[in-house]
């Protein structure tokens, strides 16, 4: 029950994160950083570190330690288009999470093979806060531009938030970090 618990957190804060864009520099600040966005992206990297603390029989409070990285990602695509400005993602990412319980002395490698990763929805840049914004089912993301050239976007999305996972309230702290190519 609790790997379930930690891989939905995880998968949350993939889900909710692979939608943000990045910026380098001062390019993100200049007018053609919009065109910059747009096209066809392959996921090349994804990393993430974070927690997830939640209540275990009611009272005793319960800390994982999570983190891990994507692979077979050349099976996920990203497409940015403006005019509508959306977002649409395509195909699958397995995961290797590494999970630590130090409450319960427990250390747990979970592998999620074929994660299908199919959304779209509404995006927007703002430049003067070096930002990205994506909207999906409901949900608003906002990740910092940690890089955006030409052929390259690397992002950083935080996730903070109370989630129901496996009848358990959970609180997440994960941050993740998404690298972007053309």
């Known amino acids: 029950m609790i790997k379930k618990i930690i891989t939905l957190f995880v998968l949350s804060a993939f889900?909710?994160?692979?939608?943000s864009d990045d910026n380098d520099s001062g390019d993100a600040n200049d007018s053609g950083t919009e065109s910059l966005l747009v096209g066809e992206w392959d996921v090349t990297s994804f990393t993430f570190t974070g927690t997830g603390k939640w209540k275990e029989g009611g009272i005793l409070p319960i800390t994982a330690d999570a983190e891990g990285f994507g692979y077979d990602m050349d099976k996920i695509s990203f497409k940015?288009?403006?005019?509508p400005d959306i977002i649409a993602s395509e195909g699958t990412i397995s995961l290797d999470i590494d999970i630590e319980i130090k409450a319960l002395g427990q250390n747990l490698?979970?592998?999620?093979?074929?994660?299908?990763?199919?959304?779209?929805?509404?995006?927007?840049?703002?430049?003067?806060?070096?930002t990205f914004t994506l909207t999906i089912e409901g949900e608003t993301v906002v990740a910092d531009i940690i890089e955006l050239t030409e052929t390259k976007f690397k992002l950083m999305a935080p996730l903070k938030q109370t989630r129901e996972i496996s009848g358990r309230s959970v609180d997440l702290d994960i941050e993740a970090i998404i690298t972007l190519e053309k």
């Open 15 to 19: 889900v909710l994160s692979c939608d």
């Open 109 to 130: 490698n979970e592998k999620v093979e074929d994660f299908e990763l199919n959304f779209l929805g509404p995006w927007s840049h703002q430049p003067e806060a070096n």
């Open 80 to 83: 940015i288009t403006e005019d």
